[in-house]
T-cell receptor, first 114, second 117 residues
Framework: GDSVTQMEGPVTLSEEAFLTINCTYT??????LFWYVQYPGEGLQLLLK?????DKGSNKGFEATYRKETTSFHLEKGSVQVSDSAVYFC?????????????FGKGTRLSVIA | GAVVSQHPSWVICKSGTSVKIECRSL??????MFWYRQFPKQSLMLMAT?????????EQGVEKDKFLINHASLTLSTLTVTSAHPEDSSFYIC?????????????FGPGTRLTVL
């Protein structure tokens, strides 16, 4: 079945450091790919998405490119801030599977220290 | 746009009582809503898929008589935890997928923290 694997955390970075959170997926067909962010005590917020190969999703300085050849959707940010501290979830939706829920990775906790 | 609300945001109840959690899509119609449970520092666990006008589909291991789901309209789904016990204490999150339109994105509510004493 479909699955998402993302790097395990926690990841601790200093402010203004470069961030990469790796995400790879297994799916048939052409899934849509997502990154969600969860701040402490809150629900998930959509951070960015990409629906086809070579698409780049971007938002709030974060970027991720849909790489079909490597089945990856790595999240990057050039300069993190303390306010970016949160849990980040990579997810996919396989439109070939009908009205099914997103398949999530296990989440990566990011802590940014001043 | 694409806002999902949950009510209440937190609730404390005594063991044996029932608790209802509402999930609403505020600016779009959702034919499908999903209910998740999240334990501290863990990922989301899908409990059930709720389709408007039909019975919910529960994931393996989730008791349908314990967690009653009603998707009465295109903007409202409810989860009722019946005869709650301390082990039901958790963070419950709903999400909604818009009918047509924006397609396959799921929008999440802010979550409801349930504490059963």
């Amino acid at each position: 079945g479909d699955s998402v694997t993302q790097m395990e955390g926690p990841v601790t970075l200093s402010e203004e450091a470069f961030l990469t959170i790796n995400c790879t997926y297994t799916a048939t067909g052409y899934p849509s790919l997502f990154w969600y962010v969860q701040y402490p005590g809150e629900g998930l917020q959509l951070l960015l998405k990409a629906t086809k190969a070579d698409d780049k999703g971007s938002n709030k300085g974060f970027e991720a490119t849909y790489r079909k050849e490597t089945t990856s959707f790595h999240l990057e940010k050039g300069s993190v801030q303390v306010s970016d501290s949160a849990v980040y979830f990579c997810a996919l939706n396989n439109r070939n599977s009908g009205n099914t829920p997103l398949v999530f990775g296990k989440g990566t906790r990011l802590s940014v220290i001043a | 746009g694409a806002v999902v609300s949950q009510h209440p945001s937190w609730v404390i109840c005594k063991s044996g009582t029932s608790v209802k959690i509402e999930c609403r899509s505020l600016d779009f119609q959702a034919t499908t809503m999903f209910w998740y449970r999240q334990f501290p520092k863990q990922s989301l666990m899908l409990m059930a898929t709720s389709n408007e006008g039909s019975k919910a589909t529960y994931e393996q291991g989730v008791e349908k008589d314990k967690f009653l789901i009603n998707h009465a309209s295109l903007t409202l789904s409810t989860l009722t935890v019946t005869s709650a016990h301390p082990e039901d204490s958790s963070f419950y999150i709903c999400s909604a997928r818009e009918a047509g339109g924006r397609g396959d994105t799921q929008y999440f509510g802010p979550g409801t923290r349930l504490t059963v004493l």
